[in-house]
């Protein structure tokens, strides 16, 4: 199953909703009108922004609207799944707009490879990550007190197409998360590539990275 990738680089995540919206919709109705359709996979960056999911609480972003905009941030209530995160430089969002039937997968499968495909890239950079219960996203030191997510998750899906994606933290600026209880946990932290190693990590190789694993999961595409 041929696989489109898009390298939208940096784009103000309104546009990028909107963008992903209109080919969700597109792909939607091809499937269901049987048209042709393309499979495809965006990456790219936002400025700072945080983004509250349908099940999210309000709450959780600490910050007023005035010291939203001092920062520099913008809010925006979003239609997936999961609670509030953050978006921002430095950080390698990926987008799937996908057919999960060209590719005989479920959601809850979906959602393993996505988290499967950054376990693996983090391994190759020496870093061992996981899963934690009832907690989507990728982690480390998951089960004890240090536990930090380096990879948010969040999807929407219709007659099994997706649109949003994962947020990998590279080479993020983790203040940005002390503005919130990211993804609604107020007892975890979160942490990065560069936080973890000691350095930055080149976000094109990242990214290549990336494109690499999650082909291979989804069937060398």
């Not at 693996?120 to 996203?137: N, P």
């Not at 930090?148 to 933290?169: D, F």
């Not at 290549?208 to 999961?217: C, D, I, M, T």
Request: charged share 25%; proline share 3%; glycine share 10%.
């Amino acid at each position: 199953m041929k696989l489109e990738v898009i390298d939208w680089k940096e784009i103000p995540y309104a546009e990028a909703w909107q963008r992903q919206t209109e080919w969700f919709d597109e792909l939607v109705a091809a499937k269901l009108e049987g048209r042709d359709y393309v499979n495809r996979v965006i990456f790219c960056e936002h400025p700072h922004v945080y983004t509250l999911g349908r099940s999210g609480k309000d709450t959780n972003m600490l910050l007023s609207e005035e010291q939203l905009h001092r920062l520099g941030a913008t809010l925006y209530h979003i239609d997936r799944g999961g609670d509030i995160t953050y978006h921002g430089p430095g950080q390698q969002v990926c987008y799937p707009i996908i057919n999960l039937e060209d590719f005989g997968l479920g959601l809850k499968e979906y959602v393993h490879v996505l988290e499967e495909a950054v376990i693996r890239l983090c391994a190759a950079y020496g870093i061992q990550a996981g899963r934690v219960d009832k907690a989507t996203g990728v982690w480390l030191d998951g089960d004890t007190a240090r536990a930090r997510k380096i990879c948010a998750i969040g999807v929407r899906s219709s007659h099994y197409v997706t649109m949003h994606g994962l947020a990998l933290n590279v080479n993020t600026d983790l203040r940005y998360f002390s503005y919130i209880n990211p993804c609604g946990f107020v007892d975890k932290g979160v942490t990065s590539l560069q936080k973890e190693l000691g350095r930055e990590v080149p976000l094109a190789e990242v990214r290549q990275r990336l494109e690499a694993e999650l082909r291979g999961l989804l069937g060398n595409a």
